[in-house]
């Protein structure tokens, strides 16, 4: 399969199915047109006698000094070697493979003065497997992400190393074996490859697309939760939410009342139970869930713009006839958006957290048994289970705290001002993998704990959400390794597989 992709209006469904699927990717042919009226103005320009930033001139406090037209080709060669500075481990496979997406998707606007020949190079890599390793650290989220997207462009002039069919090895010889050769760049064209917000939007939406996975994961674990304590669902009645008003929480209420539908165990104590409201962790839940929900949603319109934009410097303006340098590198926008879904993150992460510790705290569960294993204290059931999830929550409070206000000068001052967006989104990997497990234990003990129930059954939908656990984990009698449960649990939450045998995408979309 490959992907076309028509500059500007590129959607996140999009994107989402290149970050998972691994497909070919390539430019829509009208962009063809304007990739090659910005390239000539570019030449044009290298060859006059005006001072043109980044094309006869050098860079960032360098700028004043003035490039022969014989050594533009060094120019740009120079700039990709001195700028790959990029540390720490690689980035995978499927974010880089995304971050040249969306660097095609910025150069086919016709703005960045990219040859159609130097794009026909990034859409051939992308389609025959060869992919740049990148190292994850070094960019501030200004001035472009630099050293990362040098190392990407380093690879397609023949410099630094690339992965080809889970071997990494120099990108001259991944090259060669696909049949490419290494690219000679043209005026401004390193500038224009280097200069842009594509790994820190790559990161920001590989962070987005897992915590839409979690939310939807974390609608299911939480009306398992509530059967298993058997809570109330008068909270859920849509009237409360319309008086509240926010979209999010209506949406979360109304899904939680479709998957619960006909649980017997609800039914089993509407009359005679004493209990006058549940904690706040059962009862503020499409309040909380909700809230999360319009973060990302904000988050995912703003990645999507992002997306789609022009971001490098200076732009090639073919109907005004100028090339200007301003400053749309600057990714403030993609680290408010990553900031935002890691507070996402994190408050579905605490208060699932919660639910967990209600479940297993036999003064607070309503009869369930201590730690929900049926013989306690021979047994220790899930109680360290419970506080591997507070470890985890605790985790993802951390790396929540905002790093959009976290700027330092670079470059000799000339950048004095920075996003931080490359580590803001970088993070969102790490928390949306502590989320993973934290909401896979609450469906394991959930799901234990409606078993508890019997013979009341479940809703349809939770039960099919509970034999999707069953599958792959077993009901905890006597005590065993736990590890492997956990990190199972874990997957099927990361893969959706149990949020799509109740249909809740579909649910919130509705």
Known sequence: MTIVLTPGTVTLSTLELIWRGGEAVVLDDDARKALAAAA???????NGEEAVYGVNTGFGKLASRRIKPGDTAQLQRNLILSHCCGVGEALDEATTRLMMALKLVSVGRGASGLRPQTVALIEAMLAKGVTPVVPSQGSVGASGDLAPLAHMTAAMIGEGEAWFSGERLPAADALKRVGLTPVILGPKEGLGLINGTQFSTACALAGWFGAMRN?????????????????????????????????????????????????????????????????????????????????????????????NAVSDNPLVLVDEGMIVSGGNFHAEPVAFAADQIALALAEIGAIAQRRVALMVDPTLSFDLPPFLTPDPGLNSGFMIAEVTTAALMSENKHL???CSIDSTPTSANQEDHVSMAAHGARRLHRMNANLNVILGIEMLCAAQGVEFRAPLQTSPALQAA??????????????????GDIASAAR??????????????DLLAG
């Open 400 to 402: 929540a705290h905002p």
């Open 40 to 46: 000539a103005m570019v030449a044009s320009a290298a």
């Open 215 to 307: 939310l939807d994961a974390c609608i299911v674990s939480s009306c398992l939760s509530t059967d298993a304590i058997m809570g109330s669902t008068a909270p859920l009645q849509p009237s409360i939410h319309a008086l509240r008003g926010h979209r999010g929480q209506i949406d979360v209420a109304r899904a939680m009342r479709v998957i619960m539908a006909g649980s017997e165990i609800r039914e089993s104590h509407r009359e005679g139970d004493t209990r006058v409201q549940d904690p706040y962790c059962i009862r503020c839940q499409p309040q909380v869930t909700g809230a999360a929900l319009d973060l990302l949603r904000f988050a995912g319109a703003t990645l999507e713009i992002e997306a």
């Open 492 to 505: 099927l939450v990361a893969d959706g597989d149990v949020a799509r045998k109740c249909g809740v995408a």
């Open 466 to 483: 509970i034999s999707a656990i069953r599958a792959e984990i077993a009901p905890l009698g006597e005590d065993r390794f736990m590890a």
